[in-house]
């Protein structure tokens, strides 16, 4: 799960980093569209998140991040496709927009699996460690951003039209989303060769609860019907 989310995390992080310059220098968007379409992505996984967790107990804890690696393999190299394909045209904006939400989506499945799985692969006794490797984990994966400047290397802080063009033609920010796909891959095969209990792992003690096991056998609605009705929420 650890590896899991490094990989993941390098992967939106250097994604949160360059996709407002993709959509500006690439697809031909404005900047206050870009803005926009950054404000809709990062706020609409946080809510899908919400959404969705509660169905990754039903998907499975080894389903659920093969399915959102999946999805979110499939809309990196769509909205890195897009440009190229079209240019940067409205054809291309369009289809950027709807790769963008099926990204957004493979992300909400799968941020809540990296939590959830850091829990259901500790017990009460190693879960404080846990959540500490898993923050250690996630700014390791951050800490490799450097590749964004490898890839944009092209291009200097404030490019000339001329400049923008020449990169575009190129291939532009392109490549970047091929590693960005690739990354995305090796989560599903991080997940398809290492995760194969899905059970929570065993407490050194049995101290499993009538409510905890009350907990464990509750239904998606349930679960969100929780959620909603805590005073912290």
Same mark, same amino acid.
């Given at each position: 799960?650890?590896?899991?989310?490094?990989?993941?995390?390098?992967?939106?992080?250097?994604?949160?980093?360059?996709?407002?310059?993709?959509?500006?220098?690439?697809?031909?968007?404005?900047?206050?569209?870009?803005?926009?379409?950054?404000?809709?992505?990062?706020?609409?996984?946080?809510?899908?998140?919400?959404?969705?967790?509660?169905?990754?107990?039903?998907?499975?804890?080894?389903?659920?991040?093969?399915?959102?690696?999946?999805?979110?393999?499939?809309?990196?190299?769509?909205?890195?496709?897009?440009?190229?394909?079209?240019?940067?045209?409205?054809?291309?904006?369009?289809?950027?927009?709807?790769?963008?939400?099926?990204?957004?989506?493979?992300?909400?499945?799968?941020?809540?699996?990296?939590?959830?799985?850091?829990?259901?692969?500790?017990?009460?006794?190693?879960?404080?460690?846990?959540?500490?490797?898993?923050?250690?984990?996630?700014?390791?994966?951050?800490?490799?951003?450097?590749? /964004?400047?490898?890839?944009?290397?092209?291009?200097?802080?404030?490019?000339?039209?001329?400049?923008?063009?020449?990169?575009?033609?190129?291939?532009?920010?392109?490549?970047?989303?091929?590693?960005?796909?690739?990354?995305?891959?090796?989560?599903?095969?991080? /997940?398809?060769?290492?995760?194969?209990?899905?059970?929570?792992?065993?407490?050194?003690?049995?101290?499993?609860?009538?409510?905890?096991?009350?907990?464990?056998?509750?239904?998606?609605?349930?679960?969100?019907?929780?959620?909603?009705?805590?005073?912290?929420?």
């Amino acid at each position: 799960i650890q590896a899991l989310n490094m990989v993941y995390c390098l992967a939106y992080f250097a994604f949160v980093t360059i996709n407002s310059l993709h959509l500006s220098h690439d697809v031909g968007f404005s900047d206050e569209a870009a803005g926009l379409m950054v404000a809709m992505f990062m706020t609409g996984t946080a809510i899908l998140q919400i959404i969705l967790g509660p169905i990754l107990d039903r998907i499975g804890f080894r389903r659920t991040p093969l399915i959102a690696a999946t999805i979110v393999t499939v809309g990196f190299l769509g909205i890195g496709a897009s440009p190229l394909f079209f240019g940067p045209t409205s054809v291309a904006r369009g289809f950027v927009f709807f790769f963008y939400l099926v990204a957004m989506v493979g992300n909400g499945l799968m941020f809540p699996i990296l939590t959830a799985g850091t829990k259901r692969y500790s017990n009460k006794e190693t879960q404080n460690a846990a959540f500490n490797f898993w923050y250690l984990s996630m700014n390791a994966g951050a800490m490799f951003l450097f590749v /964004v400047d490898y890839v944009r290397r092209p291009l200097v802080d404030k490019p000339t039209v001329e400049q923008v063009a020449v990169f575009r033609e190129a291939g532009g920010n392109a490549e970047f989303f091929w590693f960005l796909a690739a990354l995305r891959a090796l989560c599903w095969f991080i /997940v398809y060769f290492f995760v194969k209990n899905e059970e929570q792992f065993p407490e050194f003690r049995s101290t499993t609860t009538t409510e905890e096991k009350k907990k464990e056998t509750m239904s998606i609605w349930q679960n969100l019907r929780e959620v909603f009705g805590n005073k912290a929420f």
